[in-house]
């Protein structure tokens, strides 16, 4: 999923290391974008590279890379975060009706 506006993304056949997002046009064979993407572990990569990748939102030829849910952005919609944080907010402003 597009970790810029959250689209699924193309099919396997399709992927590529210079696939764009068909909706917003970014690149998606970035670290953030990456099932192995683990912010705080050795090059925040949960495989065994060799060589880290400075820019985690630009496109990189790692050959690790598969399909990930964007890191922060939980079920992996932002649409799904905005809803989360206002029905929070709704729960907290009911406590003092």
Not at 44 to 70: I, M
């Amino acid at each position: 999923m597009c970790l810029a506006c959250g689209t699924p993304f193309p099919s396997r056949d399709e992927r590529g290391f210079r696939s764009l997002c068909p909706d917003c046009g970014r690149e998606l064979h970035t670290c953030k974008n990456c099932a192995f993407f683990k912010p705080g572990v050795h090059y925040d990569c949960a495989e065994t590279v060799q060589d880290p990748v400075f820019d985690k939102e630009k496109a990189n030829l790692c050959e690790w890379w598969r399909p990930g849910n964007p890191k922060g952005v939980p079920g992996g919609s932002p649409g799904t975060e905005k809803r989360a944080e206002a029905s929070a907010k709704a729960k907290f402003d009911e406590l003092f009706k």
